[in-house]
């Protein structure tokens, strides 16, 4: 008690707002739980397990440690599972995602000699009780485990429903006897709220579904909410409604006097139809979702180093599933486990080590790569049985997630993420924290160049230049393999929507087109049209090539699955691609200017980064002007949108009126502003052209959602002023970028589940130790029958010469 005494200098009592870490270590993914459980330092509230507090005490001098302990209590009688009624996990009629319960225990620690003293007691000082009792009371800074959900937010009250226009032409809706107006179908009934129209749904990607006919009499008329039939009952909040325009589900709280009009009395309906989220529910056990996690296999499980499972935090697929396969590469490997200790990267750390991204990822490296946290799950004490268990514990990558997301707005949130932005944004973010060290930079080992060739009408050439991380190849569904079972599959679809029949799961014929094609569609010859030529002085036809420059060590090729259909709406491709396990890009290396070739001149003003510049439009700033706006901040606004009009300059204004800078001069990096690659890659796997999404993410100001209005706002910004470039020196080559060899090995896949990357679910498929290892959030095993031609991310390693 007295050395305690001679130490409460070193105690704090946190205040309200201190950041208190005390459900895991901020070193290692001990907690609680962990044989040694965990040691909150009293003075800085941070968390260190058994084996790491001693590096704290080295680095600080803080000897004062809450230590806190956990263990099970035993567990209630078995309780039968029940079948899910909502897509969610936790949450009552979700899939079960209980956890046992615990029971804690106490005591405080003095360091270096380990002296402990019971907690509570009388006896200790005030100054130290107030402080452990502060917390214990507090919320832990570490971000508490969310409940993990497949289905979009809580649906919003439409917009349309209140002022809804309702048309008096004598309809009436018997309460049953329903049919398509347009067709036979008599399920999957869509009633509209304003003429009272009845007609089938959209299409699902299977085959099953309607016929579009009610989607396509809201593009013929503009009538924005209908209902489904079926899904009407007393109970009107299970009523499926949806909104064309804001194209989701709704709630609409006049529904009773809606239905009304059309004299339907909801109290004596009966349920008869599925909503559109039981629907998806249904879906998460149809062919994609059991093939690709590989449900109904006898998986064998797997432990030990290199397959450690990620706790699903809550749509948190997208970062496991990537991470995974980044941490089974040899760059990421060798930089943040075989060669950094811990303690190397935790005595480099600032002050607090939860906001350092090296020290996180050597964190979530040692926690995959060590197998400390990948053993059998033993359960209800069960120690016979542990051997064979089918569980492990796996990690939660809490504290990677929350500084990995700290400089992005999305994925600091709890919804599901696109793999391919994160994965960019990823890449990003380790070569800034490695800038300083490049040669130790393991994103360097996914880079290389990409080589354009123009050639225009006039036989002279240009070549541009640019580095990447990913090569992102479109799906040529006209080089199907399978056309003749297409064509007997569509022909069989047709015979069966006659006679008002659906297909089965199992009758499904999807396009499969080979990875070949998508590589020789990459680097095809592709006319581009409204091309500017410097030698002819006018716009003319030109013919564009692409190659790669350089091979990277590990190549990632992205599949655009996700394309724009008509009415703008983003759609998945139901496509099969066959994959080989090997691969030979050779073929595809560019050499750059050729021996006979001629290049084209620079522009006639003599001045090609002059002419790259963005000036402000006179027009946009005098109306701006005229509002009582600053002349400088008008122009800045112009800029920053692109001069695409007053609308967009006037947003862009009031958003940054109070920024730091708005006030100092325009800059060379503001006419030629940089963008975001992991939002430029969201665009581009949407299949829009990279100078398209770059134009358009510098008018939206950075807005991923608005450069994407922007972009069908402005059917014209693709064509001439994207290709007026004819600048033949383009990007600088790395020195340091990795080259060889073009032949490569499968390393991994990541597969996505689901109608759209902002929903469904990642699961990542890794060949080690000579065999496929399926990796589901925490669940891994070895894999009998990976899906290689279901991969949405494709991750190729180059073989040695």
Known sequence: MELLRSNLARVRIPEPTTRIYKHECCISFDTPKSEGGLFVDMNTFLAFGRDYVGWNYEKTGNPVYLHIKQSKKTDAEDRPSKKPTLLAIGLDGGFDNSEPQYEEVYEIVILPDNVTLP?????????????????????????????????????LVSKYAKDLQQLDNGVAV??????????????????????????????????????DHAVNHYRETGYPLAVKLGTVTADLEGADVFSYPEDESVVDPLLAQHLAHFGIDFSSLQKTEMTTA????????????????????????????????????????????????????????????????????????PADPTVDLNMQLTKLAHGLLSGKYSAPVLEKDDTANAASSQKQEGIRPRMFKSVIAASHPEFSTMRQQDALEFFLHFIDQVERINSGTPDFDPSRSFKFGIEERLQCSSGKVTYNRRNDYILSLNIPLEKAVNKKELADFQNLKAERAAGGKELS?????????????????????????????????????????????????????????????????????????????????????????????????????????????????????????????????????????????????????????????????????????????????????????????RKALTASGGDVEKATEWIFSNPDAGTASDMDVTTSSGAAVDPLMPDGGGRYRLLGFVSHIGTSTQC??????????????????????????????????YFFERLES
């Open 278 to 349: 039981e629907r998806e529910l249904d879906q998460n056990f149809n062919f994609d979702w059991n093939r690709i996690q590989e449900t109904g296999e006898d998986v064998e499980p797997l432990f030990g180093p290199g397959y450690t499972g990620l706790i699903n935090l809550g749509n948190s697929c997208y970062l496991a599933a990537t991470m995974q396969v980044m941490f089974s590469t040899r760059s990421f490997c060798s930089r943040y486990y075989s060669d950094q200790r811990l303690k190397e990267a935790f005595r480099a750390a």
């Open 760 to 793: 469904g679910h990642y699961v990542a498929h890794i060949h080690k130790d000579s065999r496929w290892v399926i990796f589901n959030d925490e669940k891994v095993g070895v894999s009998k029958n990976p899906p290689l031609d279901m991969g949405y991310l």
């Open 505 to 693: 799961a199992d009758e499904i014929v999807r396009p499969r087109v080979s990875l070949k094609d998508c590589l020789d569609c990459f680097s095809a010859p592709e006319e581009v049209h409204d091309f500017y030529s410097t030698a002819l002085m006018h716009k003319t036809t030109a013919i564009k090539t692409a190659g790669l420059t350089s091979f990277p060590d590990y190549l990632v090729l992205h599949m655009r699955k996700f394309v724009m259909e008509e009415g703008w709406v983003p759609k998945k491709l139901d496509v099969y691609i066959d994959v080989p396990e090997t691969l030979d890009i050779s073929s595809m290396r560019s050499n750059g200017i050729q021996p006979g070739e001629e290049l084209l001149p620079d522009s006639a003003a003599g001045d090609g980064e002059q002419s790259m510049k963005v000036l402000a439009d006179e027009g946009i700033v005098a109306q701006l002007v005229s509002m009582g706006f600053n002349l400088l901040h008008c122009q800045k606004a112009a800029i920053n949108t692109s001069n695409s009009g007053v609308e967009a300059a006037m947003d862009w204004l009031l958003t940054h009126m109070n920024d730091p800078d708005i006030d100092a001069p325009i800059s060379k990096n503001l006419q030629n502003p940089d963008i975001d690659q992991s939002k430029v890659g969201m665009l581009v796997s949407f299949g829009f052209e990279e100078k398209l999404a």
């Open 119 to 155: 907690f509570p007691s009388v006896e200790l000082p005030e100054k130290v009780r107030l402080a452990v009792d502060a917390i214990l009371l507090a919320e832990g800074a570490e971000r508490k485990e969310q409940l993990a959900s497949w289905t979009a937010d809580k649906k």
């Open 174 to 211: 018997p309460p049953v006897g329903w049919k398509c107006a347009k067709c036979d179908k008599t399920d999957n009934l869509w009633l509209n709220l304003t003429d009272g129209t009845i007609l089938c749904g959209r299409k699902n990607w299977d085959g099953t579904g309607g016929n």
